[in-house]
């Protein structure tokens, strides 16, 4: 078992310094070259991995151009566009009702507000923070994706278990500058070192920090449970 320093803040920042090393290049893995795609690819990524998400847009990109291309087409074909997706039938349904909103409501613009964000069919805080970052170059929040909840609680930085209320708890932690970045150096942690399953504790670069380092600790803080 690593020592967390003395207070959560200094915790928040160290290991965000620590990653900065690590991963120099962190950024969003999903590919888009617009505001529309980027809001479609986030919706799409939900319980889905971002890599599969990329070979599906690779085509449904070529077809869906406008908001006005997602609006016209039937959830069905929409469904079977992009079939491979977790949940595609839901999903469609999403995208056609995106379509829709944007064009009758927002003069075919992606909103750029948290409110109107979440207004729209299948997207909540996390999607509209991303869209919001990425997108409008507005940050206000901190998205907390599955990597971030796991490592989050695993660091000490939060014992919450919900994604609402371990943001609140790292917006209080995390410098403000870093509110963007630190999602992305969390998932690439997470997918290079500490995974859901197994974690590489032998020479992670938070070792020594970390409350659930398995050197002689029997606790993994994100489950609550014995390794
Ligand atoms: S790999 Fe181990 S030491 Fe590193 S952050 Fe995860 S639980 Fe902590």
Known sequence: MGTPLESRQEQAEAVVDRLHEEYPDSTISLNYSNRLELLVAVVLSAQCTDERVNEVTADLFESYRTPQDYAEASEEQLAEDIYGITFHNNKGGYLKGIGERIVDEHDGEVPDTMSALTDLPGVGRKTANVVLQHGHDIVEGIVVDTHVQRLSRRLGLTENERPEAIE????????????????????????????????????????????????????????????
């Open 168 to 227: 609140q708890d790292l917006l209080e932690i995390v410098p403000e500058s870093e509110w963007q970045q630190f999602t992305h150096l969390l998932i690439d942690h997470g997918r290079a070192v500490c995974g859901a399953r197994s974690a590489a504790c032998v020479g992670c670069v938070l070792a020594d920090i970390c409350p659930s380092e398995q050197g002689d600790s029997e606790i993994d803080l994100a489950s609550g449970e014995a390794w």
